[in-house]
């Protein structure tokens, strides 16, 4: 695609957008359709999971603006909260004009734990599974030939010993695996249950849980921008305020749990909906970030804030990412599918560099208006839109609606049926 910034795309159409994507992109107009609300059929819900009744819709919007690595992307967010595209588009245009997106690709590599109980002597166990461990990998390597084909496959073999529990000492193994371009969970839970039946014969022990681990801290991905000084200042606000309003915000987030939960929040508002849009595992996703989150101890900031010497805004994210383009709904759902193809997207880890950089611009967009005019004022201008509909608004009432409710401040369902009874009764 030529470029991700479409002026005016906001004041089009649906059906215009579709075609200005169609113009850009590889996607044709027909394959846009998989974006329609009917674009997974009943029947295909109903193979993916049980006892289907239906289809759950969410708004699928388009974030312009971003280049992550020098590569133009368009992405899909699906997300119900009002703001969250509008504020990646314009935090990513920011962004733009410092170079963009600078990202460190994840490597591929999730983590399987087995833990291993009625051991008597945990450091004798540990050896014998230790001294064993080139050859166990070496078995591991063919359990799954196509990841094996495509040079994955089992990379370490670690032993933990947790010396504290509620059920005494214990010892836990990590496999570490390179699941290529899959998410990896079938893979590396597969792994896991076919080595235990190994581990418990070399150490004498019982193997209980197999399952990978959340806590995805070696695929972790990276981004960074810079935002130039120049184009920090708006309205009321100069540069210099807004860049340290932004810094002190994210101070508040490093110090305090209280606050780093919402400032987190706010990083996955981006996070998520560039995960769900592709079909991926969003609860994963959220349950590694937190967790990698607190892994000092003490639960804190995913992001960092500061500034560089010539005085610009720079900002770094970092969390696990653990999606994958192949396997589970990311193959069978269509609009997944289709989500990919509109980014263009060609492995796992070019996928978990534009999520990270999501992240890093919704973060910036709550930051910047936390720290100027507050998060109400933008907000309530899109949320009008939701409440202008909830009260019966139709067609182009509905901007007319919401902008009354918003030049008066009251953005509320009791006074926008009260205005549409008004214009009802003038005709
Ligand atoms: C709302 O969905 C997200 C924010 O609360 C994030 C933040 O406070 O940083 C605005």
């Known amino acids: 695609m030529s470029s991700s910034r479409i002026p005016g795309f906001y004041n089009l159409s649906v059906a215009a957008r579709r075609e200005r994507l169609a113009a850009e992109t590889r996607l044709s107009v027909e394959e846009l359709a998989a974006f329609d609300a009917q674009g997974l059929s009943i ?28 590569r133009d992307v368009l992405v899909p967010m699906a997300v ?6 509008a504020g990646a588009s314009f935090m990513a245009k920011l962004a733009r004009a410092g170079g963009g997106f600078r990202t460190v690709a994840p490597e591929p590599v999730m983590i399987g734990q087995m833990q291993l109980l009625d051991v008597d002597d945990l450091q004798a166990a540990a050896d014998a599974i230790l001294a064993e461990k080139e050859r166990l990998l070496a078995e591991t390597a063919e359990i799954d030939p196509v990841l094996k084909r495509l040079g994955g496959g089992p990379r370490d073999l670690e032993i933990r010993r947790i010396e504290q529990s509620p059920i005494g000492p214990f010892l836990v193994l990590h496999l570490i695996y390179d699941v290529r371009d899959a998410m990896g969970a079938n893979a590396i839970n597969t792994a896991c249950e076919r080595l235990a039946p190994r581990i418990e014969a070399l150490s004498g022990g019982r193997v209980h849980l197999r399952i990978l681990s959340n806590l995805a801290d070696r695929r972790v991905a990276r981004s960074e921008c810079t935002i130039p000084l120049s184009e920090l200042a708006f309205q009321e606000f100069s540069a210099e305020q807004v860049r340290d309003g932004v810094i002190e915000a994210w101070a508040f987030a490093a110090a305090d749990p209280y606050r780093a939960a919402t400032h987190n929040k706010g990083i996955m508002n981006g996070v998520d909906a560039v995960v769900i849009a592709t079909g991926n595992d969003w609860r994963a996703v959220e349950a590694g970030g937190h967790a990698y989150a607190a892994r000092s101890g003490r639960y804190t900031s995913l992001s960092e804030w500061g500034k560089d010497r010539e005085g610009n805004l720079v900002g770094r994210l970092e969390l696990p990412i653990a999606v994958g383009i192949v396997g589970g709904a990311t193959k069978v759902h269509p609009a997944a599918r289709a989500a990919l193809k509109l980014m263009g997207i060609e492995n796992a880890g070019q996928l978990a560099e534009v999520i990270v950089s999501v992240g890093l611009a919704q973060n910036l967009a709550a930051l910047r208006a936390l720290a100027t005019e507050g998060i109400q004022r933008g907000h309530m201008g899109l949320h009008a839109r939701q409440v202008a509909i909830a009260a019966g608004a139709e067609g182009e009432q509905i901007e007319r609606l919401a902008a009354q409710l918003v030049s008066e401040g009251a953005v509320r369902s009791d006074r926008a049926e009260e205005i549409l009874k008004e214009w009802q009764h003038n005709g």
Request: hydrophobic content about 45%; cysteine-free; glycine content about 12%.
């Open 43 to 70: 029947e295909q819900a109903d193979h993916m999971i049980e006892n289907v009744i239906g289809v759950h819709g969410l708004p699928l919007g388009v974030a312009l603006n971003f280049l992550v690595n020098g």
């Open 80 to 85: 119900e909260e009002p703001s969250v595209v």
